[in-house]
């Protein structure tokens, strides 16, 4: 998992989170395009992207998905 930039031809930098397999991730770049994207910088969200990068690691590693969790009402 990595942190990676698009540059358009505007100059914009639009950052996402690209998955192992090189697939941005569908639920954090859904909320960086709903949330941050029209009142973040780019090196604000860059920051946000790298503290969703170490939780995402956290789930690997505690065998956990906060998601399911979420939905099924085991976490608040």
């Known amino acids: 998992m990595r942190v990676a930039v698009k540059?358009?031809?505007s100059g914009?930098?639009?950052?996402?989170?690209?998955?192992?397999?090189?697939?941005p991730d569908f639920w954090?770049?859904?909320?960086?395009?709903?949330?941050?994207r029209m009142t973040k910088a780019a090196t604000s969200i860059e920051q946000y992207?790298?503290?969703i990068k170490h939780l995402k690691r956290w789930e690997e590693i505690n065998?956990?998905?906060l998601l399911d969790e979420i939905y099924s009402g085991k976490v608040l």
């Open 7 to 9: 540059k358009f031809k």
């Open 12 to 23: 914009e930098r639009y950052v996402f989170l690209l998955n192992d397999d090189g697939v």
């Open 28 to 36: 954090v770049t859904h909320f960086v395009t709903q949330r941050l």
């Open 49 to 51: 992207l790298k503290d």
């Open 63 to 65: 065998n956990r998905n």
